[in-house]
Nanobody, 116 residues
Framework: QVQVVESGGGVVQPGGSLRLSCEAS????????MSWYRQAPGKERELVAR????????SYADSVKDRFTISRNNAINIVNLQMNSLQPEDTGLYFC?????????WGQGTQVTVSS
């Protein structure tokens, strides 16, 4: 059974850090493009970070550059998102996506709330 499960969300004060994890099962992420998206209340889902299967080609939304770091470990089928210097505008439901051609898998999301 194909599954993508996010974890690591929570409530953090501005300036704090969180590390999100995305664990895939039922398939091997090695050839997949892995991405993190987020959706804030009342807003559309937006791409936060993406890492291609080569593990070298990485892109970030301008709003998170120099604060967030995406990484992947194909051996254990996990993708991480290290989030530093979090701000209230980073609040949202964070989703992991695995994409390869017509295969497109999403998790249920993990909530990140940045509030004092």
């Amino acid at each position: 059974q194909v599954q993508v499960v996010e974890s690591g969300g929570g409530v953090v004060q501005p300036g704090g850090s969180l590390r999100l994890s995305c664990e895939a099962s039922g398939f091997s992420i090695g050839m997949y493009t892995m991405s993190w998206y987020r959706q804030a209340p009342g807003k559309e889902r937006e791409l936060v970070a993406r890492i291609l299967s080569d593990a070298l080609t990485i892109s970030y939304a301008d709003s998170v550059k120099d604060r967030f770091t995406i990484s992947r470990n194909n051996a254990i089928n996990i993708v991480n998102l290290q989030m530093n210097s979090l701000q209230p505008e980073d609040t949202g439901l964070y989703f992991c996506n695995a994409n390869r051609s017509r295969n497109d898998y999403w998790g249920q999301g993990t909530q990140v709330t940045v509030s004092s």
